[in-house]
C-alpha cells in the first residue's frame, strides 16, 4: 500500500498530516484531503522526517514563504548554516531549502534534517555534482543514487530540472541572460556534449518510484525561467512549463506529490499573466515561484524589488514564495540576510493573504492597530513581524530627540509627530 499523502488522500484517509494541515489553516479535514487528493495541495512529509510538524501548499491556503541556505566552495560551514535556519525558521520561513555546494554537504543536511520542525527541500544534482571532478561526468545512476539517499535522509521535497529538454537549448541563445538556472545551464550544457536528451527526463518515473516510497514531494524546477526582465515570458519558459504540466500529470498518477516552479525576473503588468498560464497547464498544481523581481537595476535592494512581484504572484495564485534576499545577485547570504529576506516575503504573503481574504488573515493587522490606538507599544512590538527591529527603531528616535517636553513622559505619541502634534491623541480629546 502508498504511503504517500497524495494516495492516501485518494483513498479517502485523513492522515495525522492532513488533520494538522486542516488545523493550522482553519479549514475542514475533507476540504483539505479533497485537494490533496487532487493534487491542488502539497504537503511534503518525508516518512523519515521526525521532528516535522507539516504544512500545506497550494492556493486554497495561507501563502507560504521558503528560505534558501547552504554554504558554497567559497564560504560558510555547518555551525553557520545551522544559525541560519535558526533564524529562517525564528522569522517565519514555512519551508528552507539547502543548496549547499561546497565541504560537508551530507553533514550539513543531515543536521538541518534533524533540528529542523519545517519542511527541508534540496536541488540533488549540487550534491551530485560535487561527488564528479567535472560535471559533464554525471550520470544518470549517480543522480538516482543521489536523490535515494537524499530521501533515506529525510529530505521532504527536491527540485529536480526535468523539464528542460533538448529541443529547447536552441530557443535560449535568443535571450540576453541565456539560462540563468544554475541545475539548468548544466543540464543544458550536459545534453549538448553526450547528444543524449536530459536524464531527468528519461529516468523520471525511476525518480518517481523512489519519491513514492519515502513521500518526497517533487519540486519541479524551472530551468529555463528568466533571468532578467529581457527575457521573460518568452518561448523557452513557456516551452518548459508545457512539459511540466505533462510531469505534473504522471505524478499523480503515481502518487507523488508534485508542485511547478516559476519565473524570476517579470515585468510587474505580466505577473498575472503567469498565474494563470501556470493554474490552466498544470491543473493548479502548486505553483512556487522565485519572487518574481520586476526591475533589473537594484541590486543591493532585490529583496524588496522581488517582494513586490511576490506579493502580486501571491495574489493571483502562487502558493509558496522563494525568497530573494539583499545578497541576490551579489553573494552568498549571511544569517541577517536571512532575516532581511523571510521578512520581506513574510509582508508579501501577509499582503496576499489579507488581500484575498483567507481565513482570520487580517486578526494580527486589527490587533496591531488596536494597540497602536491605545499607544501599548508593547503589544504593537509583540504582533510585529520582526519584534526586535520594532524596538531598535522605536528606541533610536527615542534617543534622537532633543529637549524634554512635560508631556512626553507618558510615551503616548510617536517621534514622527511628538507629543504636541499627535494625530491619535489628538483626536482622542476631540
Known sequence: ???????????????PAIQRVAEREKR????????????????PANINHAKLDPIGIGRELYTKINANIGNSALSSCPRQELEKLRRAIYYGADTVMDLSTGQNIVQIRRSIIEESTVPIGTVPVYEVLSRVKNAMDLSPELILDVIREQAEQGVDYITIHAGLLR???PMAKKRLLRIVSRGGSIMAKWMKVHEQENPFFTRFDDILEICAKYDVTLSLGDGMRPGCLADASDEAQFAELEVLAGLVQRSRAAGVQAMVEGPGHIPLDEIEMNMKKERELCDDAPFYILGPVVIDCA?????ITSSIGAT?????????LCYVTPKEHLGLPNAEDVRNGVIAYKIAA??????????????????VSRARADFDWEKQFELALDPERARELRQEALNEKTGHHPNEDDNRFCTMCGPDFCSMRISREL
Open 350 to 367: 501577509h499582503a496576499a493573504d489579507v488581500a484575498l481574504k483567507k481565513p482570520d488573515a487580517r486578526l494580527r493587522d486589527d490587533a
Open 1 to 15: 500500500m502508498s504511503i504517500t499523502q497524495i494516495a492516501r488522500a485518494k483513498a479517502g484517509e485523513i492522515t
Open 28 to 43: 475542514t479535514p475533507e476540504f483539505i484531503r479533497e485537494l490533496v487528493a487532487a493534487g491542488k495541495i502539497v504537503i
Open 312 to 320: 502580486l504572484g501571491a495574489f493571483h495564485g502562487a502558493a509558496m
Open 167 to 169: 529541443e529547447h537549448v
Open 299 to 303: 541590486p543591493g535592494y532585490d529583496h
